[in-house]
T-cell receptor
């Protein structure tokens, strides 16, 4: 029973390039959350998606960042024109529903390094 | 808006000693509270959660936590620490009502010495 799968595990991009991070939720889960973790900081909520819908993107930077969760395929977090400050670990989590009691199941993250 | 404070950035304990990690939350009503553990290079794993009822919650790996409303605290405890418990621990709070948007603390790194 596969857990949340994120790829790639490590991603190196030069400033100005695009980064695409993928997340396949656990089987049966249709709710996806993206978090960013900076060194010495906790996880910061970025966006919450259900299939084909963005429910809450209040944690997303207004520019360069976008997310989608299509009907088929993984959820994608896209960062355009990356800058050094985008270097962080990006975690995806999924849950089977929006019930507050459902724990989040996390992937192992994608570590983005911008050079 | 809810928030979480973990006042200890690093804690070092001897193997076999007891452990208590502090967590204080801010939320206007009864919150959902969680403790997660993160091993290096890994994602977060749920240790335990509190929603209502008994204020002492048992979790996996021998951990427990106690919800104290009067102190707005949800401290994590373990009577005897093992070397494999070395990791980073995150307290988190979720708002009741609506969907699950969880706010995490900044984490406490636990070092276990022989």
């Amino acid at each position: 029973n596969a857990g949340v799968m994120q790829n790639p595990r490590h991603l190196v991009r030069r400033r100005g390039q695009e980064a695409r991070l993928r997340c396949s939720p656990m089987k049966g889960h249709s709710h996806v959350y993206w978090y960013r973790q900076l060194p010495e900081e906790g996880l910061k909520f970025m966006v919450y998606l259900q299939k084909e819908n963005i429910i809450d993107e209040s944690g997303m930077p207004k520019e360069r960042f976008s997310a989608e969760f299509p009907k088929e395929g993984p959820s994608i977090l896209r960062i355009q024109q990356v800058v050094r400050g985008d270097s962080a670990a990006y975690f995806c989590a999924s849950s089977p529903d929006s019930y507050q009691g459902s724990p989040l199941h996390f992937g192992n993250g994608t570590r983005l390094t911008v050079t | 808006a809810q928030s979480v404070t973990q006042p200890d950035i690093h804690i070092t304990v001897s193997e076999g000693a007891s452990l208590e990690l502090r967590c204080n939350y801010s939320y206007g009503a009864t919150p959902y509270l969680f403790w997660y553990v993160q091993s290096p290079g890994q994602g977060l794993q749920l240790l335990l959660k509190y929603f209502s009822g008994d204020t002492l919650v048992q979790g996996i790996k021998g951990f427990e936590a106690e919800f104290k409303r009067s102190q707005s605290s949800f401290n994590l405890r373990k009577p005897s620490v093992h070397w494999s418990d070395a990791a980073e621990y995150f307290c988190a709070v979720g708002a009741q009502g609506g969907y699950q948007k969880v706010t995490f603390g900044t984490g406490t790194k636990l070092q276990v010495i022989p």
